[in-house]
């Protein structure tokens, strides 16, 4: 190469990247062939994804109860799994039975809702190196599920479907960075833009100063047209932080949000919303006080004491 | 680079691509895990000359793009990492200090990570791509490079060998 070989590498190098400029051009116009490759590779890999989620599951929950000391990550999975069958069981039907009584804040998020739902496995989570926060389930447009519909976990709101496949669906986490909803506060009915920030804290942005919020406001989300990509209703975060500069135009707050992103095994994707919109009955309830015993001590003065 | 050679290339690179979407995706390693295909497309490319290194980068900069978690636009990765082989194929090429020191190799392909995530992200900030916060930049690339620490290692020796029998005596780590 160094013989004389110089020109042709340059010349290599340049085609190449010319070549990468060029398909950088066609996907920013909107060519639908290169999201027709992304699709197909998808297609491919999902057996793959699958395979891997079974096989790689005891390390992946080796290096869970590592990183969880004291929980064992394998009981809190088929917890979840039995939490979000219970829920679809419970979004078809109106009254909940008994036996569902100690689930009740997970379950009635969906059923008292009544929202037609479907379960769904996490298969894989998107890449670090890709700076966006997505994770891709087993379910995709055989079993119902299309593009921007609205995904759930026993917490809250988990994402909204970004790209639906054959057997396998894209979702966009409620903490990527592009991710934004339109929310309400639940009580005052305030209404914001709640956007990802990359992690559990998500940043809210009030549409008006009139009203004053607090720490522990809860945020529902306040419904899409056509119920997509969001159901009105679902409980997205709770606000801890209020950041209260003077002469800003518009409250902004923090928000933490409710699911635990790192360990999603089990979601639930919203086929479609009950006819009336549920308002803030999803609100979750709040931990209850704890009642503190209290002491009266009384004392008397003592006989020697006071003849002295 | 022959044709047979960069077929063999691009398969072992394709199989990289399917243990990284269906293995190390799913092990939620702590701090974000690691891009196994681009440790090894950097490691394979500090081993070889500019123009091999350019054929790695597109290679395995075209599969990364393909993956459905990542955010850029197509062609995103491939140009980065063409960029990126190549200047690590130009470092390694003809310098004994850095292909005969497994050390300097390894603290190169660490090096190389971090820098080629920092041009990933300001390129797709150009891009108009959304990368979160600052700081969660900052982790993400800083976790990435430790990772590239601890996992070199690991495949430098296995690389080595898959290298000299694909491109022939070229390695000498």
């Known amino acids: 190469m160094r013989n004389g070989g110089e020109g042709r590498t ?67 999975e088929k917890l979840k799994e039995s939490n979000a069958k219970l829920r679809a069981r419970l979004a078809q039907r109106k009254n909940a039975d008994a036996e569902l009584a100690q689930l009740k804040s997970v379950l009635d998020l969906a059923g008292q809702a009544g929202y037609k739902v479907v379960a769904a496995r996490v298969i894989s989570q998107g890449a670090s190196t890709s ?38 669906a894209l979702v966009m986490l409620a903490t990527d960075p592009d991710f934004k909803v ?22 809210l942005q009030l549409l008006d100063n009139q009203n004053v919020v607090k720490v522990g ?30 002469g800003s135009i518009a409250q902004s707050a923090t928000v933490m949000l409710y699911p635990n992103f790192s360990g999603l095994g089990v979601v639930s994707v919203v086929l479609s919303a009950g006819k009336n919109n549920p308002g803030d009955a ?17 004392t008397t003065p003592s006989p020697t004491a006071s003849a002295k | ?9 691009s398969l072992i690179f394709i199989l990289v691509f399917i243990i990284q979407e269906s293995v190390i995706n799913q092990l939620r390693l702590p701090a974000g895990g690691f891009s196994l295909i681009l440790l090894i497309a950097l490691t394979w490319a500090a081993l070889s000359n500019p123009t091999a290194g350019a054929l790695t980068g597109f290679i395995s900069g075209v599969l990364m793009d393909l993956s459905q978690s990542s955010s850029g636009p197509m062609g995103h990765w491939t140009l980065i990492m063409i960029l990126a082989c190549y200047a690590v194929a130009f470092l390694g090429s003809g310098n004994d200090n850095v292909r005969g020191t497994p050390v300097t190799n390894i603290f190169l392909v660490s ?32 976790s990435n490079g430790i990772w590239a620490l601890l996992v ?16 022939g005596d070229q390695a000498r780590i």
């Open chain 1, 10 to 76: 340059r010349l290599l190098l340049i085609i190449l990247i010319v070549t990468s400029l060029f398909l950088i051009t066609l996907d920013l116009r909107g060519v639908k062939i290169l999201d027709g490759v992304r699709g197909g590779t998808q297609n491919v890999l999902a057996p793959f994804q699958k395979a891997g989620s079974t096989v790689v599951s005891p390390f992946r929950n080796f290096i869970g109860d590592i990183t969880n000391l004291g929980r064992t990550s394998d009981q809190i």
């Open chain 1, 131 to 168: 700076f966006s926060q997505t994770v891709t389930i087993d379910i995709g447009t055989s079993s119902g599920v299309r593009q921007n519909m609205t995904v759930l976990s026993g917490e809250g709101l988990v994402g909204v479907v970004k790209e639906s496949y054959a057997n396998s």
């Open chain 1, 182 to 203: 339109g929310v309400r506060i639940a009580g005052s009915q305030q209404i914001g833009i709640l956007s990802g920030g990359g992690s559990k804290r998500a940043s």
């Open chain 1, 217 to 246: 406001d809860v945020l529902l989300a306040r419904g899409s047209t056509n119920n997509r990509p969001f159901v009105p209703g679902i409980p997205v975060g709770v606000i801890s932080a209020v950041d209260s500069s003077a």
């Open chain 1, 282 to 298: 999803l609100v979750p309830a709040g931990p209850q006080p704890t009642p503190v015993p209290t002491v009266t001590i009384y």
């Open chain 2, 1 to 9: 680079m022959l044709l047979r050679q960069f077929s063999i290339s």
């Open chain 2, 111 to 142: 090096f190389a990570c971090v820098v080629t995530l920092t041009a990933f992200v300001i390129i797709g900030l150009l891009l108009g791509m959304s990368a979160g916060s600052f700081s969660k930049i900052l982790i993400t690339i800083f």
């Open chain 2, 152 to 167: 070199t290692p690991l495949i430098l020796p296995l690389i080595t060998r898959l290298h000299v029998v694909v491109l």
